[in-house]
């Protein structure tokens, strides 16, 4: 069957059209229109700003979204229309969510609104050959959330842990603001990582805090993280000149929390899969890391890992979560709302 997501939580507006046949989900079109130019001269999302471009943008979106199928007719052939519902933007949610209320009346055709995080969880599923299996573990790490999430079966989610202040996404994106690499930040702060040369790793060492890693709980915490190199950048004269090992130690402050927790909940739930996902899982190192790091120390656990054009929002993700809660959820309860998640 095929399903029209849509996705207007933040800064990308995106429609997208999947194909689902059993637990596989094909790709048929994935359309993402950017507002990161708009956005980087302020630093930030700003969201009046977000919803007035999707306001531009949604329907020549989800119109070449629709081209590989019969757009211009009165149905065009999708099943069900899937939308997010939150969390977000507000004014941003509203685009999107109005729009698919339109269509979904227009071509009467049933609309499931979608938790975003829930996506993210299931840009696992798309276009993939090996399917996580249950239970799984999932790392969500994005700009707004940084959660562990344990899931039984399909829509079977259980919160066990979670940052107590910023999100990963969002430290990334505050410390290239404090190394003027501008924004989004996560992208940037991982490149001048790259740049880090054997010759530059000089005295003194630039040494983060790993914070709450030996705490006895799945949460996180990276307010102090990004704060520690606000004072070291503000003590140290030549920061310019180590950006990169600012950069790379930053980054491997966030990789070394993430993977030590990650590791210890995925032992201690006995999972049989765990899947990195949101924003953040673009990070080229963290996904590296994980990788190695549980097929050596959790050899009978399977990692997965969305392809890098579903890591960021996308709208792909949004219809595969609201697939799979017309599929699994539904049959419980009569709403179309996937509103009993636990997260
Ligand atoms: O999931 P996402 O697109 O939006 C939210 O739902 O928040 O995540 C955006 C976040 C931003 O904070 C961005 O800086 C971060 O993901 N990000 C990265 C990388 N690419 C994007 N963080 C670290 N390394 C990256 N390569
Ligand atoms: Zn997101």
Redesign the pocket.
């Known amino acids: 069957m095929k399903i029209l997501g849509i996705e207007t939580?933040?800064d990308?507006t995106a429609a997208s059209i999947i194909e689902a046949k059993g637990d596989s989900i094909k790709v048929v079109s994935n359309v993402v229109s950017s507002q990161i130019n708009i956005h980087r001269k302020y630093g930030g999302v700003v969201p009046e700003v977000a919803a007035r471009d999707h306001i531009k943008n949604i329907l020549p979106v989800i119109e070449q979204a629709l081209a590989p199928l019969s757009p211009r007719k009165s149905d065009p052939g999708v099943k069900a229309l899937a939308v997010t519902r939150g969390p977000g933007l507000i004014p941003a949610l509203i685009v999107g969510l109005e729009s698919a209320k339109a269509l979904a009346y227009a071509w009467q055709k049933p609309l499931i609104g979608v938790n975003?995080m829930a996506g993210?969880i299931y840009s696992a599923w798309l276009e993939q050959k090996k399917l996580p299996q249950f239970p799984a573990l999932i790392l969500i790490?994005?700009?707004?959330?940084t959660e562990l999430i344990l899931m039984k079966g399909h829509y079977h989610f259980k919160k066990i842990g979670q940052t107590r202040d910023d999100?990963?996404?969002?430290a990334?994106?505050k410390v290239?603001k404090t190394l003027e690499l501008g924004y989004?930040?996560?992208?940037s702060?991982?490149t001048a990582a790259t740049k880090i040369t054997s010759s530059k790793t000089q005295i003194p060492k630039i040494v983060l805090p790993r914070p709450m890693m030996h705490d006895k709980n799945f949460d996180f915490s990276f307010s102090g993280l990004k704060t520690s190199v606000l004072y070291a950048v503000q003590k140290d004269k030549k920061w310019q000149q180590r950006l990169s090992e600012y950069c790379a130690e930053f980054?491997q402050a966030v990789i070394d929390v993430l993977i030590f927790k990650t590791l210890k909940a995925a032992e201690q739930y006995k999972v049989k899969s765990v899947i990195l996902a949101?924003?953040?899982a673009?990070?080229?190192e963290?996904r590296k890391q994980l990788g190695n790091k549980i097929k050596t120390e959790l050899p009978s656990v399977s990692f997965h890992l969305p392809h890098l054009k579903y890591?960021?929002?996308n709208a792909a993700m949004i219809a595969a979560a609201g697939y799979f809660y017309q599929q699994y959820e539904k049959k419980k309860n009569n709403i179309t709302v996937d509103c009993n998640l636990t997260f």
């Open positions: 939580s933040c990308e975003h993210h790490v994005s700009g707004g959330h999100a990963a996404g969002e990334f994106d290239a989004p930040g996560g992208p702060v991982a980054q949101g924003g953040v673009a990070n080229l963290l890591t960021t929002d």
